[in-house]
Structure formats: structure tokens, C-alpha cells
């Protein structure tokens, strides 16, 4: 843990989201390799800018190129894999950017660790999680797809490479998935096209008012 640091307070989430004219939030997505998630992630984020909302998405691959090149994919470090995204996701979130991450993201733990993130106080907050700074909506998105479907569309050949004992501790073959038990929204890509998936995400978020400022 670091020491000898202090918290250096800015605009409070309620000036900010006033400024930028909207509120931030992250839309976790989450399934096994070749679901579907970094597909309508995409078209997510590509529907919003043209709504003229700020929105950025944050993908499992890409980020692994540069902010966690460090990182394998043993269980420990896909659990920081997930840390940091969500930490990552937060800032987003509170610049009042709408942060789309397209992460496997295989364990509840990690999952639930990254949506209490989101509901956690500013840090050096004396007012907790209350008045000019609220809770950051968490969205969570499972892309679900039968894992045979998933094999068969396989564009990266990863199953094929999993199955021959060529990549060690893959998602679905040789380390587990654990379901999302309570999603926000669950998208079954094999039976949704992504323009149908889009547009279920864009309502769920217009009726709980995610996507304008009145609370």
C-alpha cells in the first residue's frame, strides 16, 4: 500500500455531470470468448456517440497490449486483470463518460468487487456516497451463448488451440465461467442479432433514466 499520499478533491460528480450535460456510468459486459461481447460493445459505443453522449469502450484484448501487458491468465491475474479495469472503468465513469468494458470477466467475485467499486465513496469523501457525489449506475450486461456455439464460431481459433492443450486455463474449457446470477440485462447472442442487443441495452438505460441528468 502506498503511503504518504493525500486526496486531492475537484469537482464534485454533480458539477461535472452538469458540465458535460450527462451522467456517467459503466456497462460491464461479460461471457465467454466469442459471445458476442466486443461485437455489440462496439455498436454500443458507436450508438452513443451518435446520440452525442461521451462514451468509451475499454476491451479485454486491447487493454491487455498496454495497461496490463504484465498479466497472464492464471486466476490471480485475471482477478487483477478485472481490479484494474474496474478502477480504470470508475475514473471513466466519473469524468461523466458512459465506460463500456468487454471483459470474460469469469468470477463473480471479481465482478461483484468491480460494481461495489462503483457504489463505493469518492475517496477523502467526508459525505460518503450522498450528496454531490452518488454511486456510479454498474450495468451489467451478460452475453450468454451456449458454449458449443461459441466453439463453432471461434474466430480467433482459441477453442481449437484450448482443446489441444495449447493455451492453458481457458475460459469454458480448462477454467470455469461462473454465470452472472443477477444481471442487469442478459443478451443470448445466439438467438439476438447485435442491432436487437443495442437496442435493448439503449432502452433498459432510457428507462432508468441513465441516459439524462434528472435523477
Not at 20 to 46: D, M, N, P, V, Y
Not at 174 to 180: C, G, I, Q, V
Request: charged share 30%.
Amino acid at each position: 500500500m502506498a503511503t504518504n499520499i493525500t486526496w486531492h478533491a475537484s469537482l464534485s460528480r454533480r458539477e461535472r455531470n452538469a458540465n458535460r450535460k450527462q451522467r456517467g456510468l459503466t456497462i460491464w459486459f461479460t461471457g465467454l470468448s466469442a459471445s458476442g461481447k466486443s461485437t455489440i460493445a462496439t455498436a454500443l459505443e458507436q450508438h452513443l456517440l451518435h446520440l452525442g453522449l461521451a462514451a468509451y469502450r475499454l476491451d479485454g484484448d486491447n487493454v491487455r497490449f498496454g495497461l496490463n501487458k504484465d498479466l497472464g491468465f492464471s486466476e490471480s491475474d485475471r482477478t487483477e486483470n478485472i481490479r484494474r479495469i474496474a478502477e480504470v472503468a470508475k475514473l471513466f465513469a466519473d469524468s461523466s463518460t458512459i465506460a463500456i468494458t468487454s471483459f470474460i470477466s469469469p468470477y463473480r467475485r471479481d465482478r461483484a468487487v468491480a460494481r461495489e467499486l462503483h457504489a463505493a465513496p469518492v475517496a477523502g469523501s467526508e459525505s460518503g456516497s450522498q450528496g454531490d457525489n452518488p454511486p456510479l449506475p454498474f450495468v451489467e450486461v451478460w452475453v450468454d451463448v451456449p458454449l458449443e456455439v461459441a466453439e463453432q464460431r471461434d474466430p480467433k481459433e482459441l477453442y481449437k488451440k484450448a482443446r489441444k492443450g495449447e493455451i492453458r486455463e481457458f475460459t469454458g474449457v480448462s477454467a470455469p465461467y461462473e454465470e452472472p446470477e443477477d444481471p442487469e440485462i442478459r443478451i443470448k447472442s445466439a438467438e439476438t442479432s447485435v442491432e436487437e442487443a443495442v437496442v435493448l441495452i439503449v432502452g433498459y438505460l432510457q428507462e432508468r433514466g441513465l441516459l439524462s441528468l434528472e435523477e
